[in-house]
């Protein structure tokens, strides 16, 4: 349980990353084309934290979409399987 959850955060942690890496490439050719390095730099810097954090919160997601057999996933009290 505690290995799956640990690979979980890793994946997160690597999509993050991928995330952060695409952005800034994105901006190093944006910034060789457009000439306007300041404005873009500054632009990266505002959007990298939350890009990397909404691809760890997309990369969860799909993850419980997967486990759930593709169904759209119903939040449920951590009790529900136990029958009263």
Known sequence: MVMRAAWRSVRAL???VG??????LAAVLIDR???V????WAVVA???????G???ILH??????RRAGGRAIERRRPDAHISA
């Open 37 to 40: 390095g300041g404005v873009v």
């Open 19 to 24: 995330l952060l890496v695409l952005v800034l």
């Open 46 to 52: 505002l959007l990298t934290l939350p890009l990397t």
């Open 60 to 65: 969860d997601h799909w993850a419980m979409a």
């Open 14 to 16: 690597v999509v993050g």
């Open 54 to 56: 909404a691809g760890m």
């Open 33 to 35: 084309w457009a000439r």
